[in-house]
């Protein structure tokens, strides 16, 4: 029987105090694959007490003599001297790593595995020696417990928090993941052979996607895996959601701006990237384009009666939940390319966090 692939678990850390508890204790209650593993926390110029609890936590919870099944992974807590930012602390998780391991799974602090993820990442890359990198599946949550198990906040059943813009990008991934030619990959929960020598670049706030470009570079495929699924609290609606959201559009344009294929890549692969790169910068010029032409042909070729029941569908629309949802996300790409046009967005990355209890 061949040997499990070993798994470098990396997970790095800005201020994280309020979810690292949660983070290590789901670890700690998956099953893990039959080999020697690596489990790398690294803390980048952290404020708070993310250093005592995860130096606390990472001892009790990862004790070989009272954990049987975790007796095969190796706990290292260490600090990001490089480069502050995203990039210098996974850059710094990596180095630990090394040659140490044949996977690298890149994962965010305040996710939380389902039970397969870990077994799930494992056997899809020992089953297909092309898969160069994958990608869990997001399930979006209204709380998550405190203690690393997928329920919510109160013990009770998971609430589903996903919109209808996180189900229908779903799609778009599921069906570039049969192609093997996943663009928006989760980074929330990213795995790629180590052997491919992956390292993000400093400035570039958008980590997943900078790796991603790489991925497809050596002409490898990248999936979404349906089993190796992640929870992930869906941010209220409000001014922090809406500043994530601006941020992570500034970090798109940011790297879409700058990733290339090989020329000899596919005309496939070329394809796709130029529409990623073209598409969705212009998608709010073309928005205004079609709703002019639209409302200039209703005046000048119907009836005065049937051009203002037009132009009054037309208004009732773009006043639906769903006209007000484009609106907004039209609105949030104008904003962000505008900002980028500006002053491109730097790696910094802490996020507000609060503790499960509160929430």
């Not at 700058?258 to 890549?265: D, G, I, K, V």
């Amino acid at each position: 029987m061949k040997a499990a692939l070993r798994l470098g678990v990396l997970i790095p850390c800005r201020n994280e105090a309020a979810v690292i508890g949660r983070k290590l204790r789901n670890l700690a209650q998956l099953p893990w694959p039959d080999a020697e593993h690596v489990l790398v926390i690294v803390e980048d110029n952290c404020t708070d007490d993310t250093s005592t609890r995860t130096r606390k936590l990472a001892a009790e919870l990862f004790d070989a003599h009272s954990s049987h099944h975790l007796k095969n992974i190796t706990v290292e807590v260490v600090s990001n001297d490089g480069r502050p930012g995203k990039a210098g602390a996974i850059k710094a998780g990596l180095a630990v790593l090394d040659q140490r391991v044949d996977l690298v799974l890149l994962t965010d602090a305040d996710v939380v595995f389902r039970e397969e993820a870990l077994t799930a990442m494992e056997q899809a890359f020992a089953a297909e020696r092309s898969l160069g990198m994958a990608c869990g599946s997001q399930e979006f949550v209204a709380s998550l417990s405190e203690e690393g198990r997928p329920c919510a906040a109160d013990g009770s059943a998971l609430v589903p928090a996903a919109g209808t813009y996180d189900r229908v990008t779903a799609s778009i991934r599921t069906l570039e993941s049969r192609a093997g030619a996943l663009f928006s990959i989760h980074g929330q929960l990213l795995g790629w052979r180590s052997e491919l020598n992956l390292s993000p670049h400093p400035g570039i706030a958008a980590d997943d996607l900078d790796l991603m470009c790489q991925v497809r570079a050596t002409g490898l495929k990248i999936r979404k895996l349906k089993r190796a699924r992640f929870l992930e609290v869906k941010t209220p609606k409000g001014p922090e959601r809406r500043s994530q959201e601006i941020r992570r559009a500034r970090a798109y344009v940011q790297v879409i701006r700058t990733c290339r294929l090989p020329r000899e890549a596919p005309w496939r692969a070329r394809a796709q990237f130029a529409a990623y790169r073209f598409l969705p910068l212009a998608a709010p010029w073309i928005s205004l384009a079609i709703a002019a032409t639209f409302n200039w042909i209703a005046l000048m070729n119907l009836p005065h009666p049937l051009a203002y029941l037009g132009l009054a569908v037309f208004v009732a629309a773009a006043l639906s939940p769903m006209g007000r949802r484009a609106i907004r996300l039209l609105a949030v790409i104008s904003i962000a390319t505008r900002l980028e046009s500006t002053d491109s967005l730097d790696d910094s990355w802490e996020m507000e966090r609060v503790e499960a209890s509160r929430r």
